[in-house]
Every structure is written in structure tokens, then in C-alpha cells.
């Protein structure tokens, strides 16, 4: 069983800072490409950030230069440092990871982690 838990979530100000955490679990063999997506209310989940098992990483071009997406491949996690925050960075943001166990390869998602950013 492979599990993924988001954490980190919560309310910011405008212009302050969040970072969050994908930890994932179980009998897992390897971990390769990890996103980050988020979903705002009453809109489509989008991509926001991604990165390879090597560690090349791509932004939407509406956070590039304020969120920075990482790895630790010991810990198995992957984190997504968010700053200068915007009411519109306000979603339920999700990760998704392609994991290999004994048992083959898979998607995997998170049960997302609510990020509010107002005054």
C-alpha cells in the first residue's frame, strides 16, 4: 500500500509565504515525476509545479519566480515553497506521483491540503 499525504496548508496574508509537503509511504520502490496541482474553487485542478526524478522542474507560468518545487529523495518527499502569495493562489492543492513497488508502477494522489490566502 502506498499512501501520499499532503500537509502544510492553512491561511496566509497576502504576500506571506506557505511551504508544502508531499510525504509518501509504504513499500515503495522508487518514486519518479511528482506535480503539484491545485484546484480553486468552482475551477478545473491545474498543474502548477513539477519535477523529475533528476530534479528538473517545471512552473505554470502564473507562479514561476514565487513557488519553488524540491525533493528529498530519502525522505520521500517533495516540498513546494510558496511565495508572495496572491488571493488567487487560493485552492486545495494536491500532489501526484508516479511510484514504483514490487508490485509495478502507478499514479497516486493526495487527499489535497486547503491553502487560503486573505486579509
Known amino acids: 500500500q502506498v499512501q501520499l499525504v499532503e500537509s502544510g496548508g492553512g491561511l496566509v496574508q497576502p504576500g506571506g509565504s506557505l511551504r508544502l509537503s508531499c510525504a509518501a509511504s509504504?513499500?515503495?520502490?522508487?518514486?519518479?515525476?511528482v506535480g503539484w496541482y491545485r484546484q480553486p474553487p468552482g475551477k478545473q485542478r491545474e498543474l502548477v509545479a513539477h519535477?523529475?526524478?533528476?530534479?528538473?522542474?517545471n512552473y505554470a507560468d502564473s507562479v514561476k519566480g514565487r513557488f519553488t518545487i524540491s525533493r528529498d529523495n530519502v525522505k520521500n518527499t517533495v516540498y513546494l515553497q510558496m511565495n508572495s502569495l496572491k488571493p488567487e493562489d487560493t485552492a486545495v492543492y494536491y500532489c501526484n506521483a508516479r511510484i514504483c513497488t514490487g508490485y509495478g508502477c502507478g499514479d497516486y494522489w493526495g487527499q489535497g491540503t486547503q491553502v487560503t490566502v486573505s486579509s
Open positions: 519535477i523529475t526524478s533528476g530534479g528538473s522542474t
Open positions: 509504504g513499500s515503495i520502490f522508487s518514486i519518479n515525476a
